[in-house]
């Protein structure tokens, strides 16, 4: 059972350039959840989102950043006109449907980790 | 949310038992408490969750204090790869929601 997928796992852009970071949750999973963690700091919660729907966006800024999960192909994270602040590791989590028992416990991917030049 | 206090580093050796504390004194009746931990240049792993009892698993144990403000994450036989940041995380049970990250604990293990 492969885990949480990320792809790509580095990506650099430079200043102004659109970055779109791909996240395929864990087989069965209906949850999606994206964090950013800035260099020597920790995770920040950015959106949650199951298909199709955005549940909670109140960690994402509010402008440049969207985020989306279709009916089929995997959530993307997206990235316009970057900035140098932007550049960080997003990591992507995924977490059973409600019915399969406590949907709190989420597993991670191994990250993107953006460069901005 | 709820807030938890961890120390920010904690030493030890290798093959000796670890005890991570973590205070929420704020928790909330239906909080579930989680660790997570993030080994360097990885994502963030589950370890362990639980309410009010005790839990095991085969990664390690989670102590509760009977009033739940307090609870220790326990490695039975630490190995240089659990050298991590542990996160302690307080989130509402039966409910799907972001998780808050502190600052967690850096476990450094000495060989």
């Known amino acids: 059972n492969a885990g949480v997928m990320q792809n790509p796992r580095h990506l650099v852009r430079r200043r102004g350039q659109e970055a779109r970071l791909r996240c395929s949750p864990m087989k069965g999973h209906s949850h999606v959840y994206w964090y950013r963690q800035l260099p020597e700091e920790g995770l920040k919660f950015m959106v949650y989102?199951?298909?199709?729907?955005?549940?909670?966006e109140s960690g994402m800024p509010k402008e440049r950043f969207s985020a989306e999960f279709p009916k089929e192909g995997p959530s993307i994270l997206r990235i316009q006109q970057v900035v140098r602040g932007d550049s960080a590791a997003y990591f992507c989590?995924?977490?059973?449907?409600?019915?399969?028992?406590?949907?709190?416990?989420?597993?991670f991917g191994p990250g993107t980790r953006l460069t901005v030049l | 949310d709820a807030k938890t206090t961890q120390p920010n580093s904690m030493e030890s050796n290798e093959e000796e038992p670890v005890h991570l504390p973590c205070n929420h004194s704020?928790?909330?009746?239906?909080?579930?408490i989680h660790w997570y931990r993030q080994l360097p240049s990885q994502g963030p792993e589950y370890v362990i969750h639980g309410l009010t009892s005790n839990v095991n698993n085969r990664m390690a144990s989670l102590a509760i204090a009977e009033d739940r403000k307090s609870s220790t994450l326990i490695l039975h036989r630490a190995t240089l790869r659990d050298a991590a940041v542990y996160y302690c995380i307080l989130s509402l049970g039966g409910g799907a929601d972001g998780l808050t990250f502190g600052k967690g604990t850096h476990l450094i293990i000495q060989p």
């Open positions: 704020t928790i909330s009746g239906t909080d579930y």
């Open positions: 989102l199951q298909k199709e729907n955005i549940i909670d």
């Open positions: 989590a995924s977490s059973p449907p409600e019915v399969s028992g406590p949907t709190d416990t989420q597993y």
